[in-house]
């Protein structure tokens, strides 16, 4: 039996193949380290092999990805000066073949398959956490919480996050309508909403209220110009700096992470920033290597496993991008992260409000939104086979493709309209 190429690779034909890709992505992004090889061969399976079938359409123009491909490329490199050089050349060329995936994703889906995709897949981890899950001693804040099948208690909430987005966007963005589909963003939000409840993490809960609100937000905004758009968005950024501000001012902040059983020590997030900066003073501008510092054996890194009580020796980093990026690849690693990081979030936040309706803008403009904040105390986009980069860099690289552009018939009446395209983005 034959199959079409458009089955595969034609993101308005390719729904079923397309969702079945991405629920599978989800799943081996939550449990590769349970499953092991073969879920990553799993991952590698899907994505890689459409490069056979058309790889001018599957790939495209990797110029012009350049700026998203520079810190994998950085990370790389950063093999000839690692003390570590076997793990970070391993770690390293695993982190660009998964955004070398990811960019294929990109081509290949459109944002409602990724939706759909990510809403079944979302379904898929949280069951297997809430039938297979444990609680565990989380070393950061001294309390026992439900950590379902994951590591931490944060990774299940980042997943819980993502299920409550992906099915307010299913819903309110992308107007889902469809009985079945919406039977599954119903299922998707409330059992999300459930472990993120469960979790207990107060960084997974704040941030998702912050995203759904701020979907919420733009959708009234599509009815306005884009010049009045723009004028509430700065409006709203400056109320939201205000906010801000008084909260670290009046303590409101304190009251929130208390909510929580938070301190403003973040229970013991500051040390362990504290403890990054100054292992990044030994090599500021290139960094260590990157996954080069928590390596068994080195005397930093055993130190800080005992002084958490990590006895896995594994699993553990700075809890902040930025400075877990500074050690292992410097300021120029931090700089080149965080053009693809904060470009892509400003690229799809410009299109927002430039256009009338924009689905895909919005949806991708709140997850890197999620991602930025995120960033701060967490580490979501700088590993190998995690959903933060895979979806990152989908993000990015729709940026990279042309907008076509439809002459109106309207315009025009009584006359044969054709759209006006430039050259075929997925042949680029």
Known sequence: MRIAKSALIDPDRNGLYGTAAVALSFFVFAYSSKFGMISVLAYYGVWLPLVVVDYRRVLGNYFKYLWILAFGILAILSSFWSDAMSVTLRASIQYMTHIVCALIAMRVISIRT??????????????????????????????????????????????????????????????????????????????????????????????????????IGFLPMNMLSPANRKMIFLALVGVGGLVVVASLQFGLL????????????????????????????????????????????????????EDFFITTRTGFHFHNTYIETVVENGFVGM??????????????????????????GLILCALCALFVVRSFVEIDIIFAYQIGSFLLYYAAGKLTLPQHAMVSARAFPGVNMRPITGPDPHRM
């Not at 119903?186 to 609100?213: E, F, N, P, R, W």
Request: glycine content about 12%; overall charge neutral.
């Open 114 to 215: 990724l939706t759909r995709g990510a809403l079944i897949g979302i379904i898929v981890v949280l069951l297997y956490s809430l039938l297979f899950g444990l609680y565990l001693f989380d070393a950061l804040d001294g309390t026992v919480s439900f950590v379902g099948a994951f590591s931490s208690k944060n990774q299940l909430g980042f997943y819980a996050s993502l299920g409550v987005i992906f099915a307010a966007s299913s819903v309110l963005v992308l107007r889902q309508r469809d009985v079945f589909w919406l039977g599954v963003a119903g299922m998707a939000g409330l059992l999300s909403a459930y472990c993120l409840l469960a979790s207990q993490s107060a960084t997974s809960v704040i941030t998702t209220a912050a995203v759904v609100a701020m979907i």
């Open 254 to 305: 304190d009251a929130v992470l208390g909510i929580f059983g938070k301190d403003s020590t973040l229970t013991g997030r500051t040390y362990l920033w504290q403890q990054g900066i100054e292992a990044a003073k030994a090599s500021p501008i290139l960094g260590v290597g990157y996954q080069g510092f928590w390596v068994m054996g080195f005397y930093d890194a055993e130190r800080l496993w």
């Open 335 to 360: 700089i080149l992260l965080a053009m693809v990081l904060y470009g892509t979030l400003l690229g799809h936040l410009r299109s927002i409000l430039v256009k009338r309706d924009d689905p895909q």
